[in-house]
């Protein structure tokens, strides 16, 4: 069953005039701060607009934020005083990223209904247990919680309900039967799977046991096909002819893009180190035991696919997350810090004491690593076999370290792409166009 029949609220209302109580204005590299109750400096920007319902003027207010472990959003209010009316919906406010992202949440218990979620308008939301599905673009993009999602399917169905059984009895009855279903859910009476694909890759689903591995969730990033990229309004036009090949394994390219921590406009510097970047037939698994302060300096090479874990701080880095670095130990040990410190949801008011106790000791056992006082396993796990960390013995044995070279999974090779890529033959396909 399919909830796009149900009747969102409209947009937040036309802008008309500004609020005689002025917003606060940030510094420019500070538009989008984190979430927190004690930030007595992050309010809302307020805008007198039009209601769509009565069309007196309500309220419109928008906070530019951050989401831990994710990126910034917009997140949209309205309300009108005069007859009730409000709406709230979220926008991404970054690009459309690389490649989709698919969460599949495991729901086994009430504290995984309580996760916060970012669902774009672009996500598809999915119960394979029920056969429910919520189609892409049937809804505004909300901020909420795995509870709020069913909350609002369950709203979204029962609102034309009155309608149907003056229509059509049977069809009501059978979407009665369905949303009592979708409450048993919600009060927790079995476990599900809810799905959440979104080609855009803006959508989120939080993980309460960061830093460690969150056993329940499953993060898959993929390459839209073409439909995808069509209906985001990304396909581009296809080459009229053959472009001319250049040789730019020796030239410094340049490209505008965005900082990734104010998303101000800037400059990348890339230089190809590798022709092709092409997956490696095996993959690659490298375990340093870190025992002297002075393993800290050892260059690495982190890919994109390469997932990081230290088992003495039960903690593992997925794949995608920090994204590609060339970097020095020290150096990704202190982005890892970084990016699990800086959460908002750990440190401020909505933070448990437990989960706060368990990142206090996180972050101190990393200080301890970072200073040679703690030894530690360092593993580097790279599917596509190309990542690199320096052997400061060679050209002779690091009796520290050990790389391992295997066979990538079924599971493996689907993540990479490589299970539909054909790689044998397509020459004789290709000879008729020379």
């Not at 999915?126 to 909420?144: C, H, Y």
């Not at 990538?408 to 490589?418: C, I, K, M, S």
Request: aromatic share 6%; proline share 7%.
């Amino acid at each position: 069953m399919s909830a796009g029949g149900a009747v969102e609220p409209g947009p937040p209302g036309a802008a008309v005039a500004p609020s005689p109580t002025p917003a606060r204005a940030s510094a420019p590299g500070h538009l989008f701060r984190p979430i927190s109750a004690e930030d007595d400096e992050q309010q809302p920007t307020e805008i007198e607009s039009l209601c769509m319902n009565c069309f007196r003027n309500g309220m419109t207010r928008l906070l530019l934020t951050k989401i831990p472990f994710f990126r910034e959003i917009i997140v949209s209010s309205f309300s009108c005083e005069h007859c009730g009316w409000s709406n709230t919906e979220i926008q991404s406010a970054g690009r459309i990223q690389d490649q989709g992202v698919r969460y599949t949440l495991a729901v086994r218990a009430q504290e995984d209904m309580n996760r916060e979620v970012v669902k774009t308008d672009s996500a598809t939301t999915r119960i394979p247990e029920l056969d429910f599905e919520i189609p892409a673009f049937s809804q505004k993009g909300a901020l909420t919680t795995v509870e709020g999602l069913i909350s609002r399917a369950i709203s979204g169905l029962e609102q034309d309900q009155p309608t149907r059984r003056a229509k059509e009895d049977a069809v009501a009855e059978r979407i009665d039967d369905f949303i009592v279903k979708l409450k048993e859910l919600k009060q927790g009476a079995s476990p599900f799977t809810l799905i959440i694909d979104d080609p855009s890759g803006n959508s989120f689903v939080e993980n309460p046991h960061a830093p460690q591995k969150d056993g329940a969730l499953l993060i898959t990033h993929y390459t839209r096909t073409l439909q995808q990229e069509e209906v985001l309004g990304l396909q581009a036009e296809a080459p009229q002819g053959k472009p001319q090949e250049e040789d730019l394994r020796n030239e410094v390219l340049q490209f505008n893009t965005n900082c990734p921590e104010c998303n101000a406009p800037a400059q990348t510097n890339m230089k190809l180190v590798k022709s092709g970047g092409a997956v490696e037939p095996l993959g690659t698994r490298i375990t340093l035991h870190i025992t002297d302060p002075s393993d800290m300096t050892r260059d690495l090479l982190k890919s994109e696919t390469c997932s990081v874990e230290i088992p003495e701080l039960e903690f593992e880095l997925g794949m995608a997350v920090l994204g590609g670095k060339f970097t020095t130990l020290e150096g990704l040990l202190k982005d890892i810090r970084d990016l699990v410190t800086k959460n908002p949801f750990t440190l401020g008011d909505s933070s448990s004491p437990g989960q706060t106790e368990k990142l206090q000791e996180f972050s101190q056992k990393l200080d301890q690593i970072l200073e040679g006082n703690m030894k530690a396993c360092f593993i580097m796990n790279d599917p596509a076999g190309n990542s690199y960390l320096q052997n400061v013995y060679a050209p002779e044995d690091d009796p520290e370290m050990k790389v391992e070279r295997y066979e990538r999974t079924f599971d493996q090779n689907e993540e990479l792409g490589l299970n539909d890529m054909k790689t044998e033959g397509y020459e004789t396909d290709l000879a008729p166009q020379r």
